[in-house]
């Protein structure tokens, strides 16, 4: 939502002059004339987002192996809602808005391997909840668009920002009861109980589970390490879907980065074109 938004988000703020007080000259600020050092600041942020997933995608890939993927989906989960809490408050300081653009889309790619590793859960109905998980995903960047919807509207971006920050926190609730905290394997039995295996499940099941109960099965705790992984890692089919994403990310984040400044560049020299036209005229 962050990344793909990112674009919508630019055009509000740039509407509404961010960082012209900070960055802009007195004589700027007295003549309400927004200066190209305020408009580059879009420009930091979005590298330092590009950054913070990336780096954060990679560092999480390795923190996954120790601590398995409920808890960093948690992690993550505290991360998104804090960066929009932060988003939020941008009225008081625009480096809110900074600060949590960065740490809302740090490791946001990890979000399509931890949701559609419960795929296994789903059996026969797998491959249509990954597809459909995979596409929430990518889809998310229209809560951006609804919010200019609002905005247009009459509606306070900031409002509108503060309330995606509280839906959220959904996040974090079905990551500590729904999210299983330990790998789930191949064959999922079919007495599999999500809750059970949950954060919170496996405190409050812990003494309560029956082995022959229906619906209690837990799994074992049997951790992933990174020598298991190696074969995986440099198997050609892994090598050539990394060569791709390198491509597609640059070739698609690039393209959102540069949105905003490409269309206004094509509108004022339209309206030039129009002016020098009506001019000769």
């Not at 505290?78 to 740490?103: E, W």
């Not at 440099?234 to 269309?263: E, K, Q």
Request: net charge neutral; hydrophobic share 45%.
């Amino acid at each position: 939502m962050t990344a793909r938004g990112f674009p919508i988000v630019q055009f509000i703020f740039e509407e509404q002059k961010l960082f012209m007080n900070e960055k802009c000259s007195e004589e700027d600020i007295k003549n309400e004339s927004y200066c190209e050092e305020a408009k580059a600041v879009f420009g930091h942020i979005f590298s330092a987002m590009m950054l913070a997933i990336n780096a954060g995608s990679f560092t999480f890939g390795f923190l996954y192996l120790k601590i398995g993927g409920a808890y960093l989906r948690l992690i993550l989960g505290v991360f998104m809602t804090t960066g929009l809490f932060f988003i939020s408050f941008y009225k008081t300081s625009p480096y809110f808005f900074y600060f949590g653009m960065v740490l809302s889309s740090t490791g946001i790619i990890m979000w399509i391997p931890l949701n559609t590793m419960i795929g296994p859960i789903f059996k026969h109905n797998a491959s249509y909840v990954i597809l459909f998980l995979s596409a929430l995903v990518v889809g998310s960047g229209a809560t951006f668009w609804y919010g200019k919807l609002a905005y247009y509207a009459g509606f306070a971006f900031d409002s509108y920002v503060f309330i995606i920050a509280i839906a959220s926190t959904m996040t974090i609730l079905r990551t500590l009861l729904l999210f299983p905290s330990l790998p789930i394997p191949k064959d999922v039995p079919d007495d599999f109980c999500m809750f059970r295996n949950s954060i919170l499940g496996r405190v409050f099941c812990r003494n309560q589970i029956s082995p022959d109960a229906q619906g209690t099965t837990v799994l074992e705790n049997k951790s992933i390490t990174f020598k298991q992984c190696l074969p995986y890692l440099f198997h050609p089919v892994n090598i050539a879907l990394m060569a791709w994403d390198c491509f597609g990310f640059f070739r698609s984040y690039t393209f959102i980065g540069w949105m905003v400044p490409w269309l206004n560049h094509g509108f004022h020299s339209h309206v030039d074109a129009c002016t020098d036209k009506h001019a000769y005229k």
